[in-house]
């Protein structure tokens, strides 16, 4: 099973900055990268960010950007907005079961 | 738009069971994989079960295998989760998802809550 570990856990920034988390992955996620990155507020479902590594989701703001490859992985939040202090969490499929998930970052308010 | 609306969450004692459904709308049905995704309360996420298009093939978490039991019907556009031999520890919120772009969750239901105590 692949192991993601995220970091920082959390990050205290404040509105306008920019936001860099990471996601290693215990081995190499290969050539597929398949890596996506979600949001999650309180109270709600994760949504959507990224998908292989750098392909933005439907109706997702050009702010949120993902890169990397095969086992260190980036989501960068470019200006946050007031609605970006959220829990992010990475996920990955190494081309065969299970799906994991990463622990999960925190980006509050400074 | 995309809905998936869970139903069935509740409090079960240990060792019981529960049926957990998710009825979709605004999609193809039949054209996607679908998940269950849990979440312990104030933990991460965990992904349970997938189940293909046809309901040919099923996967599981090593935690639910054999307890756990992941189905559709396609006439009826509801994905199901039976699940027996309940612990504290499954003890979360389950969210069905929809299998995206480069084995993504590109679609996420509200969630159910199941609460296993006695």
């Known amino acids: 099973e692949i192991v993601l570990t995220q970091s920082p856990g959390t990050l205290s920034l404040s509105p306008g900055e920019r936001a860099t988390l990471s996601c290693r992955a215990s081995q190499s996620l290969s050539s597929y990268n398949y890596l996506a990155w979600y949001q999650q507020k309180p109270g709600q479902a994760p949504r959507l960010l990224i998908y292989?590594?750098?392909s933005r989701a439907t109706d997702i703001p050009d702010r949120f950007s993902g890169s990397g490859s095969g086992t260190d992985f980036t989501l960068t939040i470019s200006r946050l907005e007031p609605e970006d202090f959220a829990v992010y969490y990475c996920q990955q499929y190494g081309g065969s079961p299970p799906w994991t998930f990463g622990q999960g970052s925190k980006v509050e308010f400074k | 738009e995309v809905q998936l609306v869970e139903s069935g969450g509740g409090l079960v004692q240990p060792g019981g069971s529960l049926r957990l459904s998710c009825a979709a709308s605004?999609?193809?049905?039949?054209?996607?994989?679908l998940h269950w995704v849990r979440q312990a309360p104030g933990k991460g996420l965990v992904w349970v079960s997938r189940?293909?298009?046809?309901?040919?093939?099923?996967v599981y978490a090593d935690s639910v295998k054999g307890r756990f039991a992941i189905s559709r019907d396609n006439a009826k556009n509801t994905l199901y989760l039976q699940m027996h031999s309940l612990r504290a520890e499954d003890t979360a919120v389950y969210y069905c998802a929809r299998g995206g772009y480069h084995y993504s969750f590109d679609n996420w239901g509200q969630g159910t809550l199941v609460t296993v105590s006695s």
């Open positions: 189940i293909d298009n046809t309901g040919s093939s099923v």
């Open positions: 292989g590594a750098s």
């Open positions: 605004g999609f193809t049905f039949t054209g996607y994989w």
